[in-house]
């Protein structure tokens, strides 16, 4: 059974960085695979934040372009997200999320979440 777990996260001021970590494990034994961090805000829909491919290609929203990085260690199975300059709207809970072939809102593996919280 596929598990992933995040930690990190935290509260910050506007202006801020943090970095939200997610360890896979269990039975994964794919060389190709996704894993992703989404993010969800109260009352409103989940929304992807960045993913990366296991080649190491990553996307990411515009919202969080050239704030957010994510990185991707094939060896230990963990993606990190390093959030920089955090803004207000970035308060959220997220999370991981990893699949074998799209990394989407119907990703088949997701963790339970971590909050951020950015102050202004």
């Known amino acids: 059974q596929v598990q992933l777990m995040e930690s990190g996260g935290g509260s910050v001021q506007a202006g801020g960085s943090l970095r939200v970590s997610c360890g896979l494990s269990?039975?994964?034994?794919?060389?190709?695979?996704?894993m992703a961090w989404f993010r969800q805000a109260p009352g409103k829909e989940r929304e992807r934040v960045a993913v990366v491919e296991s080649d190491g290609r990553a996307t990411y929203a515009e919202s969080v372009k050239g704030r957010f990085t994510i990185s991707l260690d094939n060896a230990k199975k963990t993606v990190d997200l390093s959030m920089t300059n955090l803004k207000p709207e970035d308060t959220a809970r997220y999370y991981c999320?990893?699949?074998?072939?799209?990394?989407?809102?119907?990703?088949?593996?997701w963790g339970q979440g971590t909050q951020v919280t950015v102050s202004s």
């Open positions: 269990g039975a994964w034994y794919f060389d190709r695979y996704c």
């Open positions: 999320a990893a699949d074998r072939w799209t990394c989407n809102l119907n990703s088949r593996h």
